[in-house]
């Protein structure tokens, strides 16, 4: 019997779970981390979930119109994502993005056959470590683009679709798991991974603990002094409200340095084969402390959120 898909967009979501036991056994872990493979979607991060599903909602309501350009402001990762879907559904597409995000998600976009706008970063960012202040930036370039093109912008920032979105995968989870997890991290951007997985994980078990993950420094969630809104984990921790993000749901807050996410991220590849970006690790970092302290004997999700090859330009690897 013939088993094939006849558009890109069919391969979609359904991601594998993967216990991490040799990062457990390698720190002496007293309970479990499963990693839901986000960067096996075809444009390799958990954002192709949301660039489908915001899309097929607009087309849905009538507010993307045929022909009519799309536009989103992102740090790559939704931009590559829309690009995808944009070059499946026949849509024209616009990235508008801060020259301080990695270039590989820039290459990518345009081979999907985006239109990639490039902001220049506030006075005094350092290149690779995206601000509040860069992302405002880069809004403002998205509306005067709207105004010229007459696109329709997706606002991933905004959208209740986002997080709606996302609530397939945990429903994934909690199938794959055999209803098993207790708890939950997620390293803020937008805010719709935390929301959409919270919310469908919270539906399947109210006990589920869930906790957002920030940068050591920018916590705004955790109400720390903020020292630098600067920081090296790319595709999140902008200190600031989050519109996706229901406070009500958020059990508690982890924050992670720099160099935890990055030597996390390596020992994911090193260790487990995973190859991921900063994101990534620092979920997993999050979910390590956890299991050190309060959450001790749990068994813990995390989200791989995007490829490691979206990163060979930064110190990463």
Not at 88 to 98: E, I, N, P, T
């Amino acid at each position: 019997m013939a088993n094939y898909i006849t558009s890109i967009l069919q391969a979609i979501g359904k991601t594998p779970l993967l216990r991490l036991d040799k990062i457990a056994k390698n720190l002496d872990l007293d309970g479990s981390i499963f990693a839901k493979l986000e960067h096996l979607n075809p444009s390799f991060s958990k954002k192709d979930r949301i660039a489908l599903g915001m899309i097929e909602i607009a087309e849905e309501k009538g507010l993307l119109k045929p022909g009519q350009p799309v536009l989103e402001a992102t740090s790559g990762n939704t931009g590559t994502g829309v690009a995808l879907v944009c070059a499946a559904k026949g849509y024209k597409f616009f990235s508008v993005m801060s020259r301080g995000n990695s270039v590989e998600r820039v290459k990518m976009i345009s081979a999907l056959g985006g239109e990639v706008v490039l902001v220049d970063q506030s006075p005094g960012a350092v290149k690779g470590k995206v601000s509040g202040e860069d992302l405002d930036l880069v809004e403002q370039e998205a509306e005067r683009l709207v105004e010229e093109t007459g696109a329709y912008y997706l606002r991933q920032f905004n959208s209740r679709d986002n997080a709606l979105s996302q609530e397939s995968a945990a429903d994934e989870i909690w199938e794959q798991s055999g209803g098993c997890i207790q708890a939950f991290t997620d390293f803020l951007g937008t805010g719709g991974t935390f929301e959409g997985y919270a919310r469908a994980l919270k539906r399947h078990d109210p006990g589920i603990l869930c906790y957002v993950v920030e940068p050591h420094g920018c916590a705004h969630y955790k109400n720390e002094i903020i020292e630098g809104k600067s920081h090296g984990i790319q595709g999140g921790g902008y200190a600031k409200e989050l519109a996706n993000v229901d406070r009500a749901l958020i059990d508690g807050c982890v924050t992670v340095t720099h160099d935890e996410a990055v030597d996390m991220t390596r020992k994911l590849a090193e260790i487990e084969g995973v190859f991921a970006g900063f994101s990534s690790g620092a979920n997993v970092m999050a979910a390590v402390k956890l299991l050190q302290d309060q959450e001790k004997g749990k068994n813990i999700c995390v989200v791989i959120n995007d490829s490691g090859l979206k990163y060979m330009s930064t110190d990463l690897y």
